[in-house]
């Protein structure tokens, strides 16, 4: 008899481990499911950007930045991968080894941390041949061609992975020493297909400072739709922070999603 009740004991506890098993997998299955890709990104010494369920936010304050102290993320460097590294701010991001030794690493700064893969490539820069793309750009804005530039850089990707590079050139003569224009601009557009699509312009009266030099930062794909999405980095005179501007393409132009002015 008592053999019995022992044999109906066990048999109730096994039920009751087997349900609770399964509560706790659907349960935590749909939790995980819901939760969405989220992710933390660092650029250059200042600027947090989080992504949480397709939205952006620009982190500002101090304190919330200070909780990213000893945290571990994925960190490139001039646009290559170094690894996984603790990092901790005071003037700039430092970084930490595992074993919370500090590494003598500087560099343009990419780190992300994130519950997801996002993909990182890199862009090849290629000699610029030819000047009749400029020469459209710059006649449509009623500017001098032939210019002199600080900044004359083409570089090519597969932006959208259609198997086909884009060319994207970066023009500049903000900063000029030894010539003085008097319109500064900078330009970076894209050319596909013999079409030129603009990504970033500013034209301005030169005063000499009141301009930046742009440049393309890096290039990830944040929402995993195998297209890329590209930070432009515009670098202000002297010591200011750079501009960072996070663009995706949409349809025939490019928006900016976020970036540290806003």
Wanted: include cysteine; hydrophobic fraction near 40%; charged fraction near 25%.
């Amino acid at each position: 008899m008592k053999i019995k009740k022992k044999k109906r004991y066990v048999i109730l506890v096994l039920i009751l481990l087997l349900y609770f098993g399964l509560l706790f997998y659907f349960l935590g299955y749909k939790n995980v499911k819901n939760k969405g890709n989220t992710a933390t990104i660092l650029v250059g010494n200042e600027t947090v950007w989080n992504y949480e369920n397709k939205k952006w936010f620009h982190i500002k304050k101090q304190a919330t930045i200070e909780k990213l102290n000893w945290q571990k993320f994925h960190v490139y460097l001039n646009q290559e991968e170094i690894g996984d590294y603790y990092l901790w701010h005071d003037d700039r991001w430092y970084l930490f080894d595992k074993n919370k030794k500090a590494v003598n690493k500087s560099g343009d700064l990419l780190a992300i941390r994130a519950n997801y893969n996002i993909a990182v490539a890199a862009m090849e820069e290629v000699e610029m041949t030819e000047d009749a793309y400029v020469q459209q750009v710059l006649e449509e804005y009623h500017l001098p061609f032939p210019s002199q530039y600080t900044t004359r850089k083409k570089l090519i990707f597969d932006i959208d992975n259609d198997g086909i590079k884009e060319e994207f050139y970066i023009l500049s003569n903000a900063f000029a020493i030894d010539f003085y224009p008097e319109t500064a601009y900078s330009f970076i557009f894209m050319v596909k297909e013999q079409q030129i699509t603009m990504l970033y312009h500013n034209i301005v009266k030169n005063t000499g400072t009141n301009n930046c030099q742009p440049d393309i930062y890096s290039v990830l794909d944040i929402d995993r739709d195998k297209k890329y999405e590209m930070i432009v980095a515009c670098y202000n005179y002297s010591i200011e922070t750079p501009v960072y501007m996070l663009y995706q393409q949409q349809k025939d132009q490019f928006k900016i999603l976020i970036s540290n002015q806003s």
